[in-house]
């Protein structure tokens, strides 16, 4: 089973970016699709963005369209995260998904088959 760590989290004022790292031991890497989930205090954890084995592939909650990014390097076995405009409601904790299925199977948060432990990522106003 592919084991994730995620990395890049941090302390960032509103309009500023970050760049979230999922490095993937373990597995075939280039096999998963991928994903990034949130959790903030007291709420559900919640999707953020998803992509294909191939790359081909992408999906954004409608919450962060246009403002992060989603890539995959599948030769370093590592999942990124762009995270540009950074508001404080972005403030959670940050999981990196694996899914033995689709990218819409991440979408729908279905046939996930690891998780992270989570970064935190904090935004100030």
Same mark, same amino acid.
Request: charged share 15%; glycine share 12%; with cysteine.
């Given at each position: 089973q592919v084991q994730l760590v995620e990395s890049g989290g941090g302390l960032v004022q509103a309009g500023g &970016?970050?760049?979230l790292s999922c490095?993937?031991?373990g597995g075939?890497? &280039?096999s998963y699709a991928m994903g990034w989930f949130r959790q903030?205090? +007291?709420k559900e954890r919640e999707f953020v963005a998803a992509i294909s084995w191939s790359g081909s592939s992408t999906y954004y909650a409608d919450s962060v369209k246009g403002r992060f990014t989603i890539s995959r390097d599948n030769a370093k076995n590592? @999942?990124?995260l762009q995270m540009n405009s950074l508001k404080p409601d972005d403030?959670? @904790?940050y999981y990196c998904a694996a &899914?033995? +299925?689709t990218a819409w199977d991440i979408r729908r948060v279905t046939h996930i088959a690891s998780w992270g432990q989570g970064t935190q990522v904090t935004v100030s106003s």
């Amino acid at each position: 089973q592919v084991q994730l760590v995620e990395s890049g989290g941090g302390l960032v004022q509103a309009g500023g &970016s970050l760049r979230l790292s999922c490095a993937a031991s373990g597995g075939t890497f &280039s096999s998963y699709a991928m994903g990034w989930f949130r959790q903030a205090p +007291g709420k559900e954890r919640e999707f953020v963005a998803a992509i294909s084995w191939s790359g081909s592939s992408t999906y954004y909650a409608d919450s962060v369209k246009g403002r992060f990014t989603i890539s995959r390097d599948n030769a370093k076995n590592t @999942v990124y995260l762009q995270m540009n405009s950074l508001k404080p409601d972005d403030t959670a @904790v940050y999981y990196c998904a694996a &899914s033995d +299925g689709t990218a819409w199977d991440i979408r729908r948060v279905t046939h996930i088959a690891s998780w992270g432990q989570g970064t935190q990522v904090t935004v100030s106003s």
